[in-house]
C-alpha cells in the first residue's frame, strides 16, 4: 500500500468515526427519551390499572359478606400482620415478580363466589398489563372482624417493562377506604319508621307470611305513636293472615339503629339519599340493563314484575298481578296500596322519620285483595347488592407510606 | 501543453553552474542526456519520473473538487448539526410534557382524601392541592403534616413549578406553553397543558406545538348515594 492510501484510509476513518460517533450520540438521546416516553406510558397505565382494581372491587363489595370476605374462603385469616400485609403483594416483591404466573399466598380479603375465588392471580388486561386487588379490614377494627361497614381495599397495577428498557416492573398502589350499604336489610315482611300512622287491613284475603321474626316491625328513631296505632289496627283481625305467628309486632328499634344502617334515620342522610338516588336509579320503566334499583318518585300504580330495590314516595298502588322480589322502600309521607293478586317476596319498608319533610310525619297503608307480603331473607339481602358502596377516601400509596 | 510533467523538465548542461555534488556524479560517469527517455534529472541531476506528479488542469480540478467537497461537508456538518441540536431539543421538550400529565396526575389526584379541604384553583391559576394521605401510623391522621401532603404548582416563565410544604417553587417541567387548570366541579381538575416547541431558534420543521388537555376525576369528591358521615378527628 503507497504512503498516500495510507493518508486516504486514515482520513475516511476520521471522517467515518466523526460521523458514527455523532450518529451514536444522537441514537443514545433518542433511546434515553424514547425510555423516558415508555416509562410514563406504562406508569400512567399502570395507574389505570390500579384504578380498575378499585372500581371492580366497589362492584364486588355489595356482594360479599364482609367477615367472610376477610377469612377468604378457607373461613381462616391466616395473613401475618406484618409489613405490609395489607397490600395484595410487597412493593419490593412487586417490582421483580412475573405479573402473570404471579398467585397472592393467602385467600385472606379475596372476594369469592361460591367455591371460586377470585382475584387468586393478577387480572390480566387487554394491554399486557395487570392488576392484584386485595380487602382489607379498615384499621379501627379487628383484621378479621368487622361491625362498620368499612373496609380498606387496596389495588396494585403492573405493567411488565418493555423491551431495552429496564428490568423492573412499573407498578402504582392505591387504596379505597369503601363503605358497604345495607340500610333496608329488613327481618320481618313489613316494618314501619314514622311518627304516626294509619292502616286499613281489608277483607281476609290478604297473607302476611314472616320469616324468623315477626311479621310486623316497628323502628321507632324518635317520639312516635306508631306502635299503638298499628296494634290498634290489628285489633280483631284473625290471626292466620299474619300465618298464626307467636308475636304479630316487634320492636326492631335496637337493631337498626345501632347497627351501620343507622344513618338511614338521620335527617341529613336521608335527605342526601333522596337527593342523589336518580343520579344511581333508573325510571320506570327499568331497562333491561339488570340495574336493579329503581326510583318512584311520584308514585303510581305498579302491576308488573320487578327485581331488586324500589324506592316509592308519594301514593303509591301495587296492584293487579304485580310481581316484586326484592326490597319496596316507601319513603316520605304518602300511601301504599296493596291489592289484588300483588306479591311481594322480601320485604317492604315505610320509613319517614320525623323530620324529613314538613308536616306531620305519618304513613298509610292499605291492604286488601288477595296482595301478599312473604319475608325472604335472600331476596331482601339481594337487594341490598343494588347499592353502591361508598367511597370514603382514596390515596396513592408510595412504597415508604405503606403498611 | 499535454504530456508536459511539472515536476522537472529542465536538463543541467553548464558544467561551471554544477553544484559540487553533480561534479561528482559527472564524473562518476552519468552523463547528462544519458537518462531513459520518460526519465529526467533534477538541477542536482537527481533522475525524476515524468509521468508521476499532476498536469495543470489535473491540478486545478484537483482544487475544485477538494474546494467543493469541503463546502459540502461543511454544509453537511452544519445541517446534520442544527438538526442534531434541533431533534435533541424536540425530544427534550417532548419528553418534557409528555411527563407532565403522569406527575401532575399523581400529585393531584389524592386531592381531599380525606377530612381535607383539597382542590383550589386560584385566579392566578395556581393550583393548591390538600391530601390527608399519610400518618404516623401509616394511615391518614388528620393532619397535613407531610410535605407531599401540600403542594402548590403553578406556571412561571416556559416552567410548571412545584412547592411542596413550606418549600419554595422549583421548575420541574420546561417548554411549557400553556397552564390552564380550572375545576368546575368539586370533583374535577381540567388542566389543558401545551408543550412549547415553538422557539424561533428551531429549524421551521421542528417547530410544532404539543397541546392537551386532561380531565382528572376526583374520586373521593365524587358524590355518593350515601353521606360519606367520616368523622373528623
Known sequence: MSEKNGWVLLTVLVIMTVFAGAAMGLHLQMKRYWELDRNVEAQMYSSVLAENGIILARHLLPHQEIDELLSGRNGAFETPLSGAWRNPVPPAAAAVMDPASHQLEYDDGLPFFGAQTLLRSGYAADGGGFFFTKFSNNPEEAPDRDEDGIVLVRSLGVVPPARFTRPDNHTTLLEARLRQERPFLLKSPLTFSAGSGEFQWSGEGFRIVPGDDAPLAVVLAGPSELREQLEESLQGLPGFLFSDAVSLLEDQTESFTEGPGRRIFEPADLTHFRANLPHYAESFPPAASGRCLLHLPNGGSLSGEFDGLLVVEGDVRIVGDARIRGVVAHLGSGSLELSDRAVVRGGIWMLNPSGLEQGAATIRLAVSGQASVVYDRDEVRRAQTCLPPTMLSWRILFPEMTQ | ?233
Request: include cysteine; aromatic fraction near 8%.
Open chain 2, 1 to 233: 501543453m499535454p504530456g508536459r510533467r511539472l515536476s522537472c523538465a529542465i536538463q543541467c548542461t553548464s558544467a561551471e553552474a554544477l553544484s559540487p555534488g553533480r561534479r561528482r556524479r559527472r564524473r562518476a560517469g552519468t552523463a547528462p542526456g544519458a537518462f531513459p527517455q520518460e526519465m529526467a534529472g533534477d538541477r542536482d541531476g537527481v533522475p525524476v519520473d515524468r509521468r508521476s506528479g499532476f498536469s495543470l488542469v489535473e491540478a486545478l480540478w484537483a482544487a475544485f473538487l477538494g474546494s467543493a467537497l469541503l463546502v459540502l461537508i461543511l454544509v453537511s456538518t452544519t445541517r446534520l448539526q442544527t438538526h442534531f441540536n434541533d431533534l435533541t431539543r424536540t425530544l427534550e421538550g417532548e419528553g418534557n410534557v409528555r411527563q407532565a400529565p403522569l406527575l401532575l396526575y399523581r400529585l393531584a389526584s389524592p386531592a381531599g382524601c380525606r377530612w381535607s379541604a383539597g382542590l383550589d384553583v386560584a385566579p392566578d391559576g395556581t393550583v393548591s392541592i390538600r391530601a390527608d394521605i399519610d400518618g404516623n401510623a401509616g394511615f391518614p391522621d388528620g393532619s397535613l403534616d407531610s410535605s407531599f401532603e401540600r403542594i402548590d404548582i403553578r406556571k412561571k416563565d416556559d416552567a410548571i413549578q412545584v412547592r411542596s410544604g413550606a418549600g419554595t417553587f422549583q421548575p420541574v417541567f420546561r417548554y411549557i406553553s400553556e397552564f390552564h387548570p380550572e375545576s368546575p366541579r368539586p370533583d374535577r381538575l381540567e388542566i389543558r397543558l401545551g408543550g412549547g416547541l415553538m422557539d424561533p431558534a428551531l429549524s421551521e420543521s421542528f417547530q410544532k406545538e404539543l397541546a392537551f388537555s386532561f380531565l382528572l376525576t376526583l374520586w373521593n369528591r365524587t358524590d355518593t348515594l350515601f353521606l360519606r358521615g367520616e368523622p373528623t378527628p
